[in-house]
Every structure is written in C-alpha cells, then in structure tokens.
C-alpha cells in the first residue's frame, strides 16, 4: 500500500528522450518501476530505452494504460506538458523540473480545479514507496520499507530524513516531495489525509521550513481533524538572514525565527511532537512509536 | 527580482499607469536639472533603494527649488540608507527620482501579487500611506481583497463593489476599474510576483497617480524578459551572489566565520540552523543546485574560500540522482587546486556514489576531517573555527 504509488503504478516518462529524461528513467526502471512509454512531441513511433515513444499524452494512455506520468521538460515546457496531462486525466503528475515560472503555475492550478489529476511538484524530487516503486530523481539506497510516512518541501533533507528513519529501524510506506516551490499541486495537508488513510502507514514526518503557510494549513487541519498518527515536524530555516530567498522560491521570509517560531508553536498546538534538530527527526519518531506501543 | 521604484514607474507607464512628472538623477548636477526642468515649487528627492520606509528614514527629501533638490541629491547619494527594512548596513543609494510634488485628496493602497493558497492573483486595496503595515497590524485599517485569474476573468461589478468597499464612488469607482485592468495585464505581462502602489493617490481633479510603486518580477520567467534580465545584472547589489547564480548556486552571504557548501536548499537551511544550535555563525548559505556540474560547484567553493571571514569550510551534502556525491568531491579537488586560500574542510557526504567519492577524495591533498554524520560534521567544524579543535 502506501499512497498515491505502488507495485501497479504504469508510469509515462514526458520528456523521456532528453538528457535528464534517459538518465531518470534508467534509474527508475533499475530500481523496479514500471516505466511503459515516453512522450515527446515529434518522436512519436520511435523507441527509446525499449520502451515506444508517443507524441502525445493522450495516445500513450490508450496503447499502454499508463496510469502516472513524471514530467523531465526545460522550465519553460512544463506548463504544457501538465496541461496535456490534465487534459488527458492522467490520474497522478509528478513534476521534477525547477524554476519554472510562477504565473505559469497558476494556469495549471486553474485547470487542475474539478480536473480528474493529481499533481505533484514542480521543483519536487518525487514520490518513493521504497523498494516498490520511484517516481523521482531522489537518493534511494537509504530507504527502506516500512511504516513511516514522510511529507516534505526540500529533496535533500528528504533523503537525510529517511536515513535517519532506516537507522532508527523504521522503514518508509512513501516519501513524497511537494515541492519547493509557493505554488504547487499537492500541499501538506493532502498529503496527511492520505497518510491518515492509508492502512500501512503508522506515523508521519512532515519536513517544512521558513515561508509560506503548509505548515500552518496542516497544522489547523490536524487541530480540526485530531492526530489520528503519531507525527513529527522539522521546521528548518530559524538561522536564515531576513528577506531574502534561500534557495527554494518558497522559502523567502520576513523574520526567519519569528516565522520559524511560529509554526512550530502552531503545530505543537495541534499535537505534533517537534523534533529539537534536523538531525534528531529519525529518533523523535523512534521515540514516540515506542511511547505509544507502551 | 526586485525593481527600483523610478525603473518600475518606467514600465508601468507603458500600460498607461500615471505617476507623477520626474526623472532619475545619478549626480547632484543631474537632479539639480531635473528638478529645473519640472518647474514646480514642490519637489520630492527620493533615495532609490530596493527597500521600503524611506520616509521615516529620511530617504524621501522635499524641497521647493531646483538648487534645494541638489543640496538634498548631494546628501543623498553614495550614503547608506538605513530604514525599518533594510539590514542593519543599510543599501547605497546610488540614484535619486526627482518628482514633481501631488496634493493628495486622498491616499490609498493597491497591490496585485501571487497568492499561494488560492493559486490565484490577489488584488488587494484599501486606504493607504505609509505605515500601512502597522496599521492593518493594528487592526486599525482593514484591506479588501479579490482573487483574480490569470485572464483577469470576473463579474465586472467585482471589482466596482471591491472600490465601493473601499469608500470610492462615482467616477473613482470606474477609474479605480480601469487601472486594476492595466495593472492585471501589467501584471501578466511582466511575470510579475508583486506590484504594489501604496500611495494610490486620488488628486483634486479626480485622477488616480501611482505615487510610489513597487515591482518585483519573477526570477524563474526572465528568459522571457531579455530587457528585465538586463536590469538585474545592473541592479543586483552582490556581485558573488550573482556570479553564484550563474553557475547554478543559490548563494547568500552572511556574517560568520564557517563557510557552508550544501546540496539543496532544505539540507542547507537545517545546517545553517544546526551551525547556530552548536554556538557557531555561518559565512554564508549555499545550495547547489541539481542543475550545477563540477566546474560550476568548484566555482561556488571558491566562493567561500575567498571570504576573509572563513575559518573553515563545511560540507554537507546527500548524493541524489542528479547530483552525486563524487561530482561534489571533485568539484573540492578542483576549487582547493586553484585557490591560494586553504582552509580545513570538514566533510560529510552520504547518498549517492559516496564510497566513489571517498575514493576521489582520498587522492587530493585537502586539509580534510570526515564525518559520518551531520551533527558530528557540524560540531566539528564550530570547534574548528573557535580555535578549540
């Protein structure tokens, strides 16, 4: 189980035929995904990597039931290439490209509304449900199968925090990148009622840093709804200058502490057990899994 | 991007947005004519800085002659400006606009900017002035808003109500119409994140006139802005953030003494803070990006080994697919190789091709400490630089 992905998971690669879409899609295919096509406008009919290429969306969903799609296209194709995807009701997007322009997301974000697709990204590293299936460009030899859910807005702390999971004995049901950008598909909050729904998934991390409000949105959801899992929050960003955009384009913030502050104190409030560092996430979680088995 | 206010009213008057008569002025000599040139005996001197709350700092000078508006050009340039939301170094004020002066009948506040959470564009107005953010702080001033489509698609009597709600009528309220839908195509145009006018001033004769505007474009679209990206490379007051920026490297520097070179943004702001929980202060923040091959991280390194301020360096990267962790120990080799600056470098690389960069690692002469786990990495390089280890 776990969410969103797993070992039925048909995966479309848009782009597949570039640079960043041949070495991705090796890799995926290496570690047991279910890659069936590639999409690239002009190759259609043509093979790559053993797999056919299509021209179009549409047409790779109807000769190889395609049920996901990753999107490995320069910034300035992704709106696009999720457009035709939404438009195709392809049922799960997951968008790795970065800086990919802000207006251009609120066009998605439009279509996207009453659409039949779930979108994840831009600026994500993807989702893994370890050992079953990779959808994404993130490290994998830490992860490991398991119970633990994890939520985060940054592709490398998302790696360190599955590490530490792995040797803290806990294993992950998925990792999910929402991605470091303000506006995106899938939010904290979606992520956590999935989390909550899924059967194999015994506690949750969310990963969150300084701007933006995912952290308080979740944080006034699981006040609404109740923690009904144990979950561990790492804000990081406390020590960032102010004002300034640190590296994410959703990571600019007035007062790094103050903001920091902030949402923690907001998820305290609702009952999620803050991890004192980012290198304490897997023991925290190891810690109140073994509280609440007592 | 941010824009300097005198380079936004530029480009907003090309979607007929009024602002007032003036001209940027780089001398004393250049705004002592500008200001001849306007012909009025009321005249604002503004500090062209990319930073709000000039008034209060003294940024903002009127002066009610050409030779007043030289004297206060002369005060101005080349100082720092210190004001509410500048660091505490303040930014050099390197130009002056030189503008006629408006009797306000009325002040108001306007802004249009990408709201996150509704995904849409936000328009947001009410009455404005200076210390607006205090004062809706305050819960004295309540601003009204109304999210608008990237077509700027709406039931036309929206925006009127909106105006309405704001205490405008008559004419103003179909003015106020106008200038929103100049200000949405601005907005769509331009790929802006942010275009705020505040004060919106309502003149005695009825018009509407941007009397400060502030336009922050969206770094990810200007390779649709050939003439936009121009204005950056001139703007940009950090010569090493921007040179970072080309080689694929967000960078920003700070005040401390322990240099950082770090893979992704998330992984870098928790060693920033987990430098801080360990009583150290950090030299910069740097987050390579995936994007960015070994010439360009060597480039970053570099970087770091020319700040003075630097005692040591500290790695802290998780291998990914994009990146993995030998592309970042060559990139070491290549930047200690080239630099006459060698400091000790604390190194913890986990992930992706770890043991291949251990290898590679181990056949340059760096100054090095390995660690397996971050805290470890961190401690070690604070106890490095405090002259404790």
């Known amino acids: 189980m776990g969410i969103l992905i797993d070992q039925n998971t048909r995966l479309l690669c848009q782009g597949m035929t570039g640079w960043a879409g041949t070495y991705h899609t090796n890799r995926m295919i290496q570690y047991g995904t279910k890659v069936v096509a590639g999409v690239t406008p002009g190759k259609g009919g043509k093979s790559h990597l053993d797999l056919p290429v299509f021209n179009h969306v549409a047409e790779a969903i109807g000769a190889t039931a395609a049920n996901a799609s990753a999107i490995f296209v320069p910034p300035d194709r992704v709106a696009d290439a999720i457009l035709e995807a939404i438009e195709a009701e392809m049922p799960l997007v997951v968008v790795v490209t970065e800086r990919v322009p802000v207006l251009d997301m609120i066009r998605v974000r439009e279509a996207l509304a009453g659409s039949r697709t779930r979108l994840i990204g831009p600026n994500s590293q993807g989702i893994l449900a370890p050992d079953v299936c990779q959808i994404g460009v993130m490290a994998t030899d830490r992860a490991k199968r398991g119970t633990i859910g994890v939520i985060s807005r940054s592709a490398s702390l998302t790696s360190e925090v599955t590490s530490q999971l792995t040797t803290a004995g806990l294993g992950q049901s998925t990792t999910i990148g929402i991605g470091g950008d303000p506006v995106h598909g899938l939010g904290f909050v979606d992520c956590l009622e999935l989390f909550f729904a899924d ?15 995912e952290e308080q949105d979740a944080a006034r959801y699981l006040r609404e709804t109740g923690v009904k899992k144990p979950v561990v929050a790492c804000i990081v960003g406390r020590s960032a200058p102010p004002e300034r955009r640190m590296g994410h384009a959703g990571a600019l913030t007035l007062h790094g502490s103050d903001d920091v502050d902030r949402k923690i104190a907001a998820l305290r409030d609702a009952g999620v057990a803050i991890a004192p560092s980012p290198h304490l996430v897997g023991t925290t979680m190891r810690d109140l899994v073994a509280k609440r088995a007592a | 991007m941010q824009l300097q206010e005198f380079q936004a009213k530029i480009l907003l008057s090309q979607y007929a947005i009024g602002s007032p008569a003036g001209a940027v002025a780089m001398t004393a000599d250049e705004a002592e004519a500008a200001a001849a040139r306007l012909n009025v005996d009321r005249i604002f001197v503004k500090a062209q800085i990319l930073a709000g709350e000039r008034l209060a700092a003294g940024g903002i000078r009127t002066v009610n002659s050409a030779k007043a508006a030289k004297a206060a050009a002369g005060e101005l340039l080349g100082q720092k400006l210190v004001t509410a939301q500048t660091t505490a170094q303040g930014q050099t004020v390197k130009s002056v606009l030189v503008e006629a002066g408006i009797k306000a009948e009325q002040e108001l506040y306007l802004s249009l900017q990408i709201d996150p959470v509704s995904g849409a564009i936000l328009l947001t107005a009410g009455r404005g002035g200076a210390d607006i953010e205090k004062r809706v702080a305050a ?16 039931r036309a009597g929206e ?60 770094d990810n679209a200007l390779f649709r802005h050939p003439e936009l990206k121009e204005l950056r490379d001139e703007s940009k007051t950090d010569r090493v953030e921007l040179h970072a920026q080309r080689h694929q490297i967000n960078f920003v520097q700070m005040d401390g003494d322990i240099g950082t070179v770090v893979n992704g943004a998330g992984l870098a702001l928790a060693t920033l803070d987990m430098i801080a929980a360990a009583g150290g202060s950090p030299a910069n923040f740097m987050d390579i990006r995936t994007t960015a091959k070994s010439l360009d991280i060597a480039q970053g390194i570099s970087l770091v080994l020319e700040n003075s301020r630097a005692k040591v360096l500290l790695v802290n990267v998780f291998g990914g697919g994009m990146q993995p962790c030998d592309t970042i120990a060559e990139a070491l080799g290549i930047a200690f190789r080239r630099s006459k600056r060698i400091l000790p470098v604390v190194i913890r690389m986990t992930g992706n091709n770890e043991d291949l960069a251990r290898l590679r690692l181990a056949n340059y002469n760096l100054p090095k400490t390995e660690c397996t786990d971050m805290w470890q990495a961190v401690t070690r390089a604070v106890a490095l630089a405090q002259g404790r280890a």
Do not use: Y
């Open chain 1, 199 to 213: 059967p194999q998934t015994e506690g949750i991390v969310l990963v969150g840093e300084i701007g933006g409000t």
């Open chain 2, 139 to 154: 819960q004295e001033l309540k601003l009204e808003s109304l999210a608008l489509g990237v077509n700027g698609e709406r």
């Open chain 2, 159 to 218: 925006v009127a109500e909106l105006a309405q709600r704001i205490g405008l009528s008559g004419g103003l309220t179909t003015k106020f119409g106008e200038l929103v839908k100049k200000l949405h195509r601005a907005f769509v145009e331009l790929d802006a994140g942010l275009i705020e006018i505040n004060p919106l001033v309502v003149t005695d004769a009825g018009e509407l006139v941007a009397v400060d505007a502030k336009v922050v474009v969206d």
